[in-house]
């Protein structure tokens, strides 16, 4: 057993108890009650269960949470689904999701989302030409599983989100 | 009828239970092929000629080589390979330029400092594929071991170097220590740096 603290969509938590089996998927489902991140494969392949973690040094990424230790999540920020709307407001690219009908049984969206995120956040600073976006895109939700209603409807929203403000996002 | 419904059940049970002990049963054959015990360098003492003491050091050096430990991260086509069978790593990631993976599948976002056994992850930091200029899938003994004495084949690696890869590197280490479901490299680590360093004090030489 360890005791973890952590910060999660800006609020800290902890110290916890954890066992050192204890995956942060568990952690964050059966522990906290935070179901929005989902368990997929459990093996690190659909990417359902990543969460965006902060890097002190400004920087993002996701990481999923199946196939980490709790543990490992000591002393870091991090980001889940249920941190993106604030006051009941959607943000632009849960509200593009919507719009592109791009999930369906909605099982991957927490992780595409969150991928998603990490790539607005990267391209403001680090904004690519207009010619490299879609192949930027492709790259970036590249890992990501859905079933249902397939990557297209997913690409298009986030290239919405990102046209919709050039001059924040592209060269 | 009741009597035909258990029938079935019965005969369900009894499948699923061959199914599940030919699965172990191949499993088991699986980790009994590889080998896991390594000669120590003092055994080979004996060997009047020193090509012949250097190549048979070489030949029990490439047990450690050819194990999956090392050759799943030696792979060919910038894949890396898992498991003790080497099939190609899921989900498809690709080396990238400097051996972490291409941007969106990067090895350390799954790959932590160490072992996940729950989830059964492999970790050490750092987590990567091995430089393009040493891949040995698909070679024999004697090609890898022309390929990693040459600098000019090797990446610039000195005799020294290669010592020091095998014998120190903390990720080659963690063959040795590869957690739940893997056959750990054969011997020590100790054993192979010892063997390694006597292959070069005898003339590297390759079979």
Redesign the interface.
Known sequence: MSAISLKINGKDHGPIEVRD???MNDFLREVLGMTGTKFGC????CLSCAVIVDDPDGTS????T????AM?FDGKSIRTVEGHASNGQLTALQEAFIRHFAFQCGYCTAGFLN?AQVLLERLEHQPVAREALEQTIL?????HLCRCTGYVRYHEAVRDVILAQPARYLL | MKSDCKRLILAFLFSCAAIIAANLMAGKALAGSLRLTLAPAENFAGIANAKAHSLALFAEIGKVLTSPRCMNCHAANDRPRQGDSGRLHQPPVFRGPDGLGLPAMRCPICHLATNFDPARMPGNKPWLMAPSEMTWEGKTLSQICVQMRDPKLNGGKSLADLVHHIGDDELVGWGWNPGIGRTPAPGTQEQAKALVQTWVDTGAECP
Do not use: F, I
């Not at chain 1, 199946?66 to 230790?69: D, F, Q, R, S, V």
């Not at chain 1, 790259?139 to 890992?143: E, F, M, N, P, T």
């Open positions: 089996d204890l995956s459990g093996a690190a392949q990424a996701t990481m999923p199946c196939t980490a230790p490992n991928e790259v970036a939700l590249d890992g």
